[in-house]
């Protein structure tokens, strides 16, 4: 495991603050090769416990970030405690004020089509200035990648944002994304929904005592399957740890 990681289920987690990442992210888009962020959740964590490519993908990552309380818990169990939790939805709000400020180009890719223009228009309506270079839904045939590659890179951006769903979006951008052009690319799930204002995010009281999750089961109970890995992933980590 790298030196500034934390090793949780195998994977390692960067201890690092959001300053510090947009940091690391800013220093890509001046100078560097293509870089590629994973935003990390407990239930991914979980399975890529259970399955070594998935794991190794993570681990090739530029950054992995604690997206959820889960991971940000786990952390503390491991020693590192109060890390900062750095979501793909804030992280994604931070780099478009960054953006607006540095002049930056970004790109949204994935989420259905009027979702994907509505987040669009937003983030160009509460950033004034921002300069978003293209948008793509995120449903696609295999046969699209290379016109959708194309169309990014005749884009000229610097960064794009991949919102797939996990880990699809982590897959894809491992395989083309330095094929996009953009220096800097990052996972981030359902962020579009939020954005476009389709999906409501936890009220900052659930966030603050990391009960997004409960939020999150109350409004969409059909994703109560998927989080039963939560509790799964907080065993195997009780654990480890014991
Ligand atoms: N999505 C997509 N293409 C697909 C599957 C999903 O663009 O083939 C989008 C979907 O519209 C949604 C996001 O990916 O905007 C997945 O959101 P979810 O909250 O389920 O992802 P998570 O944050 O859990 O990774």
Redesign the pocket.
């Known amino acids: 495991m790298m030196a500034g990681k934390i090793d949780i289920l195998g994977l390692g987690v960067d201890a690092q603050s959001m300053a510090e990442i947009v940091d690391f992210i800013a220093e890509r888009i001046k100078n560097g090769d293509f870089a590629r962020i994973v ?1 990390l ?1 407990a ?2 964590a979980y399975r890529a416990f259970g399955d070594p490519q998935m794991r190794e993908m993570v681990n090739r990552a530029d950054r992995v970030t604690p ?1 959820g309380s889960g991971i940000v818990w786990a952390a503390g169990r491991y020693g590192r405690q109060n890390l900062e939790r750095v979501s ?1 939805i804030d992280l994604m709000q931070e780099l478009l004020k960054e953006a607006t400020q540095r002049g930056w180009k970004v790109f949204f ?4 089509e009027e ?2 223009l509505a987040a669009a228009q937003n983030a160009k309506a509460c950033y004034d200035g921002l300069n978003v270079v293209g948008y793509r ?4 045939a295999e046969e699209e990648i290379p016109s959708i590659l194309a169309e990014i890179k005749a884009s000229g951006a610097d960064l794009i944002f991949v ?7 982590d897959f894809w951008l491992e395989q083309y994304g330095e094929e996009t052009g953009a220096k800097v690319g990052i ?7 939020v954005l476009s204002g389709k ?1 409501r995010r936890a009220p900052r009281f659930f966030q603050a005592i990391g009960a997004e999750w409960l939020w ?1 089961l109350v409004r ?1 109970p059909w ?1 109560f399957k ?1 989080m039963l890995a939560l509790p799964r992933f907080m065993r195997l980590v009780m654990k480890e740890t014991r």
């Open positions: 935003t959740n239930e991914i997206d793909g890719f994935g989420g259905q979702i994907v839904n995120g449903y696609f919102g797939l769903g996990a880990p699809k979006q996972g981030v799930g359902g962020s579009f929904d999906v999150r969409e994703r998927r």
